[in-house]
């Protein structure tokens, strides 16, 4: 590659990434140069500004065609853009999250935090436009290794080394499952190009081998379950959610499980589309029922494991389990509507989940407790912020006019459309919803039948996380009862062709 | 503007959610006088409605249709949309039910006086509850249907929850669980609807089902599908309506919510069970209701003879009161099961007294708990020497519920029985031990308490009813003699539509 051809091509399209990665360094240079007593709050509003640029920078480029740049490895098309925004959307409110996040040890390791932060989401996004299993891995890991140091950011505190290292543990095994998949991946094609391994694949002498491919989808498949927290690989969720701090745990359970999405969306349908699985018939239709079996698995052991749970951040950790779940039924059901569906989901999950997420961080800090009885009599104490943790709670559990019924019927409509309708796994998310109803409810039983609680004390909403909320809520009500603002921005934009065909060469 | 005047209707009490919120919440005398006023708005809009209302024409009127969501799926031969239109109106059916959602509504405003605690957000509850209620009579697709549907969901859960007698959280859990079953069977075959005929529209879905068999065949509409659907649809409803033995939770709620409520709930809320049966069964799928019917007429007769049976056995009002509604529901079945006219004449009226009916007698034993603390039937007698109004209405009412001529319960089991013998003669003739049952269980309630000795020694019940008490009283029981005594008030509206149902049942 000469200086020629490095120069010719359209770098304005990662002008996202190179923003996040500009301010990324930035923030560490200047970190390592401030007074160890000066206040990080500047680098917050670097972080969030940096975060908004970016968000800007993705749509502009909302009009340009797909192109692809670095031989094709790197790639703007559509669904790029579409999760680029859900990631930055994501990472922009969990920032604001941390903005009010006030234990003294984060306080000591701000800086850190936010150009680990902001690394991770450019690992998100380098995901998102990848077409080729190195950029995907590289990405990854770039996400992954930021995370493990985020879990374990309060260095101090036990909990959160524990949570770390059962991260960096379960995620280095994942890790390992996956990258052995996609070698066998190489193996066989001989590529890393998604769209060169697509066409390698179609040749008649890989037929003969197509064992080794089924072989390959499920070691891929599994290893990226990882991120989602989805089963077999969704136990380390409880674990680390528990012990990071909240911000942290928001952006694990959002931002890095919507990137998970995306690598499977992006890696395992592009891949393995036109494969043929054993006797030459269609791979995917082939595996369909083991990946009925995860996804089942994955809302069962989600919602059953929520029941039991009297800690907060480890009850939403099972019910992040459970949400895993539910994506991952469109992505079973073989339904072509599996892009907008999937990324409609995120969307509400993203200002449902987060703003719950910001209830939870205010009561934790206000009781001191990650108990779930710090909800007893929050209506009492405060009416608007038990208001909003109701609003995001009914949309989790899927009750109509917010966005998480928007969001689950579609789900429905994937599922029981295509001929033949899955029956059964629709029957079983709906059962398992119902599930659901129980801790959701729970929770706003606390909230609104029960007094007490810390003393009839009012509780301080700061700033941020009141817009945080207001936001959130606002966004999953008015997804709810119009969910076409978002789901025609999609459809007005997006054409499976375009994730399917390898256009837009640059070089 | 007449064509937006069901949307008025339907967001009416929206205001009043609007203003509450702005009403300090000590200040009880104007939350009440809110409250009354909020629920009259609804109830001036619905007779508005019922003056534009053509009675003579046939057809669903007042219709409103916009464009509200639309989902694009790619498919192999093309891209399909499918549309789901905020579409509402009212046929003569949904109008009587709007109007009696009004009518108690308001009067259930009225006797929520006697809630001392927590009346700001009762009321807001309450206008969200009669929201739903509303729009649950007037949609006229299936998933504005389901919305609004679920919107009586939740503010129920809270006003059974916080507001009523000792066990009301758990009447609000087993409400909240078994409702949320049936939501799940509707959601379900709703959405399978939906893909396999394209659209959500009542009329257009009975076009769809209307169609030559060879037809459905191709849509992959099938006999095994359609009965699928129906027999889901059917239990879903039953457990609304409810039918034995899905009754459970209906004791509970009746047993433990405010009679406000209780009045609310066994005046509307089982009617939607009535409701969806007709419309979705009857309507959309004539051909395998019938197929259907000697199933229901039996289950109407046990839950006829079931509900009598154990109202003898019961020594608390309330109870005698839940179990007789529960008869009083198998009447609605068997009414249905008749498949002729007066058979579905029948369930309608049915539908309506019965919901004037038992908020009537709710009210009166919510008026006498106030004044007793208690509802066993051993606590009272002698109650016309002290409370001769409240003891007439009492007796009024009792005898409204055993079907004197005259009254509303007459008519409507008169006919329905009429339509059965038509066609099912035997099972009718078991059916009728139920009217007689009715007698004695009612009688033995009634005059225990209205006559006799006033048992425990010194027993004061206190001052008669209030002005405030009296009122809703006799204005249900003046509606109930008016439809009791010239019932071509009702049947003039329902003229129309039941030519629509009767067509589809071929003549």
Redesign the interface.
Known sequence: MDTDALLSYNWAIMAPEFTILGVATLLSVLDLFMGKNTSRRPLLWMALAGVAVAMAFVFAELDTDVTSILHDTYRLDFFSKAFKILLLLGGFLVLLLAADYRKKELQEYRGEFYYLFLTALLGAMIMASSADMITLFVGLELLSLSSYILAGIRKKSGKSNESAFKYVVSGGIATAITLFGMSYIFGLTGQTNLFDVVETLQEPVLLEHSFLLVFAFFMTFIGLSFKIAAAPFHMWAPDVYEGAPIPVTAFLSVVSKTAGFIILLRFILLTFIAAAGIDRDPLLVQVQPYVIVLAAATMILGNLGALRQRNIKRLFAYSSVAQAGYILVPFVSN???VF?LIWFYLLAYIVMNIGAFACLQTLTRDAGSNDVSIFRGL?SRSPWLASAMTIFL?SLAG???TAG??GK??I??GA??P?P?H?VL??IM??M??VS??YY?NII?LM??RSGGTGGRRISIAPSIGAVLVFCAIATIGLGIM??IA??FF?GQFD?NEFFMNTGHNH | MSSMLLTLLIFSPLLSVLILLFVPSDDEKTLKMTGVLGALLPLIAAVTAFTAFDTAESGVQLEEVYQWITYEVFQANGELNYSIQYHIGADGLSMILILLTAFIAFLASIASFSIKEKLKSFYILFFILELGMLGVFSAQNLFLFFVFFELTLVPMFFLIGRYGYLNREKAAWSFLIYNGIGSAILLIAFVALFMKSGSMAFDQLKAVFALPEADLKEMYLTENFRMGILIAILAAFAVKLPVVPLHTWMLRVHAEAHPAIVMIHSGILLKIGAYGMIRFGLGIFPEEFKSLAGVIAVLGVVNLLYGAFLALSQSDMKKVLAYSSVSHMGIVLIGLAALNEYGIQGAVFQTVSHGLISALLFFLVGVLYNRRGSSQLHDFGGLASQMPVAAGLLLAGGLASLGLPGMSGFISEFMAFLGLFEVMPVTAAVGTIGLILTAVYVLRAVLGVTFGRVKREGTVYGADMTAAERFPAFMLLAAIIIIGCYPALLSGLLGATLESIKLGLGG
């Open positions: 339904s072509t509507q907008e209506f009914l009750i109509p006019a019924f928007a019927f579609g429905f409509m029981l459309g001929e309708g029956y629709a029957g709906m059962l919803t119902l109803y129980v409810f039983g609104f039948f969910p076409n789901l025609d459809f499976v």
